[in-house]
């Protein structure tokens, strides 16, 4: 099983509408998540940590599910903006010296 | 907002040549990364660095690759006998207890 696993898509959605995709971790011992977005051949920025408790911020929804050891990210009322990659990271050993990316999945919000 | 500073931002190099990239990382952050993400492939880790040495490496870090920080503010990575293979973009990270911040990358392509 690879360390992080993402959907590449494309995921194709109508402006307005909700989407949500997950990202599975193989290391059951990681601590902390992240979700990142990378425009294209731009660097990767900071979307939202994930908690334990999952969090909310704004229009994004994060969740963290230990037992099935996914993450998920939960987007509302999309925006033409919200185009781009989402990138899952996962801290495999909880240490600060590395984080490890997703291969990302592909978001398109249509007109 | 503070930010990670990478120059250049695309090089363009002979295959066999040397190239160094510069990153100057966010001043009060003490992890340092490069990480780099071939065309169209996920973000791979390559090594971090913390208190003046290397503290983990990945399987690409080779022989090839070494960092370095010459001074207080800058971080390096040198890449020997460019191979046609190392085309990519190379990030520079840095990070404290509340995330990563990346550079915008250096475009390196080997000719």
């Known amino acids: 099983r690879k360390e992080v696993e993402q959907d590449p898509g494309p995921f194709n959605v109508p402006e307005g509408a909700t989407v949500a995709f997950n990202c599975t971790y193989s290391n059951s011992a990681s601590q902390s998540f992240f979700w990142y977005r990378q425009d294209c051949r731009k660097e990767p920025k900071l979307l939202m940590s994930?908690?334990?408790s999952g969090n909310e911020d704004g229009r994004f929804t994060a969740q963290l599910n230990r037992a099935s050891q996914y993450i998920s990210l939960l987007i509302r009322d999309s925006k033409l903006s919200d185009s781009a990659t989402y990138l899952c990271?996962?801290?495999?050993?909880?240490?600060?010296?590395?984080?490890?990316f997703g291969k990302g999945t592909r978001l398109h919000i249509l007109p | 907002e503070p930010e990670v500073t990478q120059t250049p931002s695309h090089q363009v190099t002979q295959m066999g040549q040397e190239v160094i990239l510069r990153c100057v990382p966010i001043s009060n952050h003490l992890y340092f990364y490069w990480y780099r993400q071939i065309l169209g492939q996920k973000v791979e880790f390559l090594v971090s660095?913390?208190?003046?040495?290397?503290?983990?490496k990945s399987e690409i870090f080779d022989d090839q690759f070494s960092v370095e920080r010459p001074d207080g503010s800058n971080f390096t990575l040198k890449i020997r006998s460019t191979k046609l293979e190392d085309s990519a973009m190379y990030f520079c990270a840095s990070s404290d207890d509340y995330g990563y911040t990346f550079g915008s990358g250096t475009r390196l392509t080997v000719v």
């Open positions: 994930v908690y334990s």
């Open positions: 660095f913390y208190n003046n040495e290397i503290s983990e």
């Open positions: 990271v996962v801290n495999p050993m909880n240490r600060d010296d590395k984080i490890i």
